[in-house]
């Protein structure tokens, strides 16, 4: 039981364990960790358990919200780890420093190292479940998935920029019409979303975090997903309520540079985009400009503010 609360709530970015041990639940161990360690979260056995343990409690107790665990992890960590290089050495640590830099381990061929490439193998039986009824959507990436319903070949293909953009549309192609049911994850953030079949609004048929369309499906039936992104606040513990992440769906938006103007709560909140994936905050001195951890690159950054 300890886990799958543990599974249920975590830091913003979805990691947990600095320095590779387990903390106790809103303690100061995590604030004090923004100053004292680099070794944030051990990203490829990490992402790797996370993602494979949030997949068994889906499949267990049909609940959606572990998918939003599983999606939170993977773009705060795994997918922001640089590329592993022809000699051995690995991106290790997701670094939540207030003063972060993504950095490969020093050694070659560290420990775990070889879990990242399993992560990216796993994408395929993360992002959909099966059962006799049809078929589970868990997780919203450009991304193709073929089965057989009763007889027919059947697939359904994604087509968006989620979750830089709001609406998921997904494709229908089948030898013959069949029924059968889709159950669709909507996140516990995604307040007030919709859903579309061929340009029809639907009613969200709700059950533990899914939405559920059974319909007799024919080719071309085309489904749109609007999931209202919107910024909001989560602070690091209930003992600092002032040190926040900005946070826009599942991703942590991360700010540049370390030394930071003063900022308040309302300006975070007022972050406006300012490119494909850049995000910007006025203050009373300043700009700071925010980045998924996808688009770090090199920059130095970090990941909470203290905000007025």
């Known amino acids: ?111 775990c190292s070889g879990t990242l490439p399993q992560v990216a193998a796993d994408y395929r039986i993360n992002s959909y479940l099966r059962d006799a009824d049809g078929l589970y959507v868990v997780l919203y ?12 070949k059947v697939a359904l293909s994604q087509q968006h920029a989620y979750p830089l953009d709001s609406e998921v549309r997904m494709l229908i192609t089948t030898s013959s019409p069949q029924e059968f049911s889709l159950r669709l994850r909507i996140p516990a953030w995604a307040r007030g979303a919709t859903l579309a079949v061929n340009s029809k609004q639907l009613p969200m048929q709700m059950d533990r975090g899914f939405a559920t369309l059974r319909r007799r499906w024919v080719s071309g039936d085309r489904i749109d997903l609007h999931l209202p992104i919107e910024n909001r606040l989560v602070p690091i513990n209930v003992h600092h309520p002032e040190t ?21 709560r309302q300006q975070l909140l007022a972050a406006r985009r300012s490119g494909p994936d ?22 130095a950054y970090s990941t909470y503010l203290a905000a007025t």
């Open 141 to 152: 990436m450009p991304s193709s998935v073929q089965w057989e319903q009763d007889g027919a």
């Open 278 to 299: 850049t995000w910007k905050v006025d203050t009373a001195k300043g700009t700071i400009q925010f980045v998924p951890f996808t688009s770090i690159g090199d920059h």
């Open 244 to 264: 926040v992440a900005l946070m826009r769906g599942p991703l942590v938006l991360f700010p540049l540079g370390q030394e930071h103007p003063p900022v308040t």
């Open 1 to 111: 039981m300890a886990s799958i609360c543990w599974t249920r709530k975590a830091t913003p970015p979805g990691g947990w364990g600095p320095d590779e041990t387990l903390r106790r639940p809103e303690s100061d161990d995590l604030y004090e960790s923004l100053s004292k360690t680099h070794s944030s979260f051990e990203t490829p056995c990490g992402s790797y358990a996370h993602t494979k343990l949030t997949r068994y409690l889906i499949r267990v107790t049909r609940d959606g919200s572990y998918g939003d665990s599983m999606e939170r992890v993977i773009w705060n960590t795994v997918l922001g780890a640089k590329p592993l290089e022809r000699d051995g050495h690995a991106f290790y640590y997701s670094d939540y420093n207030n003063d972060g830099h993504r950095r490969y381990h020093p050694d070659a061929f560290p420990c």
